[in-house]
């Protein structure tokens, strides 16, 4: 993690009054902050409306100041002594057991008492931890809380990914029946994008408390590599609502897991989703009949889920910007299967025309931006979304005209498609798709995937009936 990555992705100014609502690491959060503060040169000051773990180590900086009037003086002296300072109000009769030992707690201030702090110190940075979630990963807020200071600038809301796939319950979640009446289902509901999405957004959920001029960012915590594609999600969902400003990925574990932003924006240090320089669109193709199949087979159930879920749900998990489906035939049904997941639909009258009528419906609807298109196929259900991450990167660091999928010797799709090809793309008719310029442009790179069955299209009852067997066994594994 390179120093002033967090401060960065968060969009943290010098002078800013932050305040960390929700679950998933707040305090480890907080006191990261202050150490890339003190990195910048910049004084801080960490403090809380609620109960805290006292820091396992007792150095200068923390000061529990009592019951007393606060010695503003000597704290201002301290503050430009050491450059930052951890402030509480008094000692709880409270302890937690930690991976550190056991620790004590310490409560906090009234938030017009933070606000005053922060007005006589003047550090560059203020930070205040404004609610409890009793070490869980997500949580809703009770009628009484947040704890926010009125002048805060920042509302930083958290949400731990490790609480996905989880059951709505107190063993998991914080006031789960407050979540679970934010979000409208049951006890026992198993955690999704959807759902997390849906209390992060509500105005009583994840916002609630904010002050009015307070700019509002959402920090998705715990994003391993394989919790960013559902975490990629819910930033697409949350994006869409405009709940805030900014969401933000990473892990706060894993000094060398990169901060990730959405929308995308130039922050030196810090990788961007959605909107980096060149756009990339994610396109999937779900336009045909399936005559082979003698059903529409994208409609099939493969695991949980319509078997062009599948390819979809790759798209969005993946750093493609926006993510786009084309219909066609029982376009009804195949965007009813798709629910409410965060996309755009495209509607080709034409599709009987063949696999081209597709690619220049997309072609002609793309935002004048965008730079290349990735091409996905809804019948080709395995695809994973880190390759299709390996493709966006390298189209956005190698500067090909088309990078292709690879498995063995052969050039396939997912295939991702620069500006300059899209003169090509629309010129094909008829059932030919990008395949037919494979070897027909100058700059032309490949990503290869681990295993060929990865690039496995269902075309016949056998592929399916072989995909059934596949997807029983994946999640039989877990």
């Not at 606060?70 to 430009?80: I, T």
């Not at 938030?111 to 409890?132: F, H, K, N, S, Y």
């Not at 926010?148 to 029946?177: C, F, I, N, Q």
């Not at 715990?222 to 609502?241: D, H, K, M, N």
Request: proline residues 8%; glycine residues 10%.
């Amino acid at each position: 993690m390179t120093p002033a990555e967090w401060i960065a992705g968060l969009g943290i100014r010098r002078g800013d009054r932050v305040a960390l609502v929700g679950a998933g690491g707040k305090t480890g959060l907080a006191l990261q902050l202050v150490a890339e503060a003190r990195a910048r040169g910049w004084t801080s000051l960490f403090s809380t409306t609620t109960r805290v773990l006292a820091p396992p180590e007792r150095d200068e900086p923390f000061i529990v100041v009592g019951d007393s009037e606060p010695d503003l003086p000597l704290l201002h002296r301290q503050l430009r002594r050491s450059g930052h300072l951890f402030l509480a109000r008094r000692w709880l009769q409270e302890w937690d057991e930690t991976p550190a030992g056991r620790q004590q707690k310490v409560g906090g201030f009234a938030p017009e008492e933070i606000d005053r702090l922060a007005a006589v110190l003047q550090p560059d940075l203020v930070v205040t931890e404004a609610d409890g979630s009793r070490h869980q990963s997500f949580k809703a807020p009770a009628p009484y809380e947040p704890v926010v200071p009125v002048g805060t600038t920042l509302l930083v809301v958290l949400a731990g990914l490790s609480v996905l796939g989880r059951p709505l319950d107190a063993a998991w979640v914080h006031r789960p029946e407050r979540v679970a009446e934010l979000a409208q289902a049951p006890m026992g509901t198993r955690l999704d994008a959807a759902l997390v999405a849906d209390v992060l957004a509500h105005p009583e959920g994840g916002r609630k408390g904010a002050p009015p001029a307070a700019r509002q960012v959402a920090l998705l915590a715990q994003a391993t590599a394989e919790r960013r594609p559902v975490g990629r999600e819910i930033a697409r969902r949350l994006l869409r609502r405009r709940a805030f400003e900014r969401i933000v990925l990473g892990d706060l574990d894993d000094p060398a897991a990169r901060v990730e932003v959405w929308p995308g924006r130039a922050v030196e240090g810090v990788r961007r989703g959605t909107a980096a320089l060149p756009p990339v669109c994610a396109v999937v193709l779900a336009a045909g009949m399936a005559r082979r199949m003698g059903q529409n087979k994208l409609l099939l159930p493969l695991g949980n889920r319509p078997l062009v879920a599948h390819a979809v749900d790759a798209a969005i998990g993946s750093l493609a910007g926006e993510v786009w489906v084309v219909l066609g035939a029982e376009a009804r049904a195949v965007r009813r299967a798709l629910g409410t997941r965060p996309l755009r639909f495209l509607l080709n009258r034409r599709w009987a025309e063949g696999q081209s009528s597709s690619l220049r419906r997309a072609l002609a609807a793309l935002p004048r931006r965008t730079e290349g298109v990735l091409f996905l196929a809804g019948d080709m259900p395995f695809v994973p979304p880190a390759h299709l991450d390996r493709m966006i990167e390298r189209f956005r660091t190698g500067g090909a005209d088309i990078v292709w999928s690879e498995a063995g010797s052969r050039r396939m799709v997912p295939a991702l498609f620069g500006r300059s090809t899209f003169p090509a793309l629309a010129g094909l008719m008829g059932d030919l798709g990008g395949r037919a310029l494979a070897g027909t442009f100058g700059s032309e790179a490949t990503v290869t995937v681990p295993s060929p069955d990865l690039l496995n299209d269902i075309d016949t009852p056998e592929a399916y009936e072989q995909a059934q067997r596949w997807q029983q066994w994946s999640l039989s594994r877990g």
